[in-house]
């Protein structure tokens, strides 16, 4: 789909009375989102909204959340979704580098010096910029291991690229809906809106209710392992019949129960410098993370992925300008270890998560793997743990229905990892780690086992 006007206002004009958004249970046509966002837009630019300005959202998921994102776009503003959890400290480190005018705070109605506050107010009006598909439409917040997030900077052709890609590979119709399950503030939540908006199909959003309530007549979901887990177990009926899982391993066990209930998996390897999904696959239980989608490039320079795409960034976004992503040769060097073998990628894992117990490098994302295996464990993360013997030795972090039993693990693991490898410790994830989206930071991980194990 090639748009000629804002992709919504496209499909008011193809389709004005098909369903095409689900707020609770409140449905929206394409005319009456378009309304919506009108008075919305409108009532941002008579509170000084301009095109081109910078515009905080602190807003967690829920119904006024996309109207004000959609509506601020319309603007012409460049966005920056925050997680309502990030601390203040943090905040006022990190705003004064985004050279950003104004603030909508959908949590608290916060106050942030330099920056105009606005409020949700619908006027009368169609307020509209005009269509640039290569204007900055977004900042989107970077989980870096060290220091200040970085905010990369996203044009509208490049969120539509990353849809049409991953709809090259998951079928969705305009008669499917996709539920909005992932917050906006990660670029995984971005991208089920632009695919909803690319295939002019429906999308839900539901607050704060129960997997399975959420789900209620979506088609499509992006979903942790875990989460897909619990909704079979408990064996509601659902509509699904596609979810895109990330985050963790996939066991073979869980795609084919999936199956069972007629619901199809796919997984894949996505950054956020990337507008989301670079390769993916129908699941199959194989540790490779499938192909590249359609308008993505990849080389492996000394073992490490280097990538380029038409979602790619225009850059990092600091004092004002655009910092680039590109190396020296034209690629954007991505700090993954990977292998490709008939075409298929495989993440070896992070070179800034190997560590060294005794002089043998050990590659967390490998031993996890292997771990993720074992039929009670739905996730797994291997942390170094400081060791003055061996300098730094593997403890496993494990995400399951009952506490981790250390003595039944250890003798599960000991024909299937290298002694090197075999976590000293098994403890169970913290439930305050599990919060807040699709990624757990292993940074924070590694932190918590430190001061639990003093």
């Known amino acids: 789909m090639i748009f000629s006007d804002w992709p919504w206002r496209e499909w008011r004009k193809l389709r004005p009375d098909a369903p095409a958004l689900r707020l609770n249970d409140d ?3 394409w005319q009456t989102l378009c ?8 009532g941002f630019a008579a509170q000084g909204v301009q095109e081109g300005e910078g515009v905080m959202l602190r807003a967690s998921n829920h119904p006024a959340a996309l109207l004000t994102w959609l509506a601020l776009l319309q603007c012409g503003a460049r966005v920056l979704p925050v997680n309502p959890q990030l601390p203040a400290a943090l ?5 004064p580098t985004l050279t950003l005018q104004h603030a909508v705070d959908l949590e608290n109605d916060g106050h942030f010096p330099g920056l105009n506050r606005l409020h949700m107010r619908a006027l009368k009006g169609d307020e509209a910029a005009q ?6 439409a977004s900042m989107t917040l970077t989980s870096g291991s060290t220091g200040l997030p970085k905010a990369a900077v996203h044009t509208f052709a490049a969120h539509l690229a990353s849809a049409q890609g991953v709809l090259a590979m998951i079928p969705f119709t305009s008669d499917d809906d996709w539920l909005l399950s992932l917050p906006m503030y990660h670029v ?9 908006l690319f295939a002019g199909a429906r999308l839900t959003v539901r607050v704060k209710q129960p997997l399975a309530q959420a789900l209620a007549g979506c088609t499509h979901a992006s979903l942790v392992p875990t989460q897909l887990w619990r909704l079979l177990e408990n064996d509601a009926p659902v509509a699904l019949k596609a979810v895109l899982l990330g985050g963790a391993a996939i066991p073979v066990e869980l795609t084919q129960r999936a199956s069972e209930r007629g619901i199809r998996s796919w997984c894949g390897y996505g950054l956020t410098e990337f507008a989301s999904t670079v390769c993916a696959k129908e699941a199959d239980g194989l540790a490779d993370v499938g192909t590249l989608l359609p308008g993505r490039e990849m080389r492996l320079e000394d073992g490490e992925v280097w990538l380029r795409a038409s979602s790619m960034a225009e850059g990092y976004w600091r004092d004002g300008k655009l910092h680039p992503l590109l190396n020296a040769h034209g690629w954007f060097a991505t700090r993954d270890r990977g292998e490709l073998r008939d075409g298929r990628l495989t993440i070896i894992g992070r070179l800034d998560n190997l560590f060294f117990s005794g002089g043998e490098g050990i590659q967390p994302e490998e031993v996890e793997r292997v771990i993720a295996a074992h039929p009670q464990v739905r996730q797994v993360f291997i942390v ?16 399951s229905d009952v506490p981790p039993d250390e003595q039944q ?16 410790r098994w403890v169970a994830l913290p439930g305050e780690l599990h919060a807040g989206g699709i990624k757990i930071s292993r940074r924070a991980l590694q932190e918590w086992v430190a001061q639990r194990l003093q």
Do not use: C, H, M, N
Request: hydrophobic share 45%.
């Open 27 to 29: 449905t929206l046509t």
């Open 35 to 42: 309304a919506r966002i009108d008075a919305l837009a409108s």
């Open 91 to 95: 905040l006022d480190q990190l705003l």
């Open 131 to 136: 269509w640039q598909p290569q204007r900055l």
């Open 188 to 196: 995984s939540g971005q991208g089920i809106v632009w695919r909803w």
């Open 384 to 399: 170094p743990v400081a060791d003055r013997e061996f300098g730094q030795r593997p403890v496993a972090v494990v995400d």
């Open 409 to 424: 693990l250890s003798r599960w693991v000991q024909d299937k990892l290298a002694r090197y490898q075999q976590p000293v």
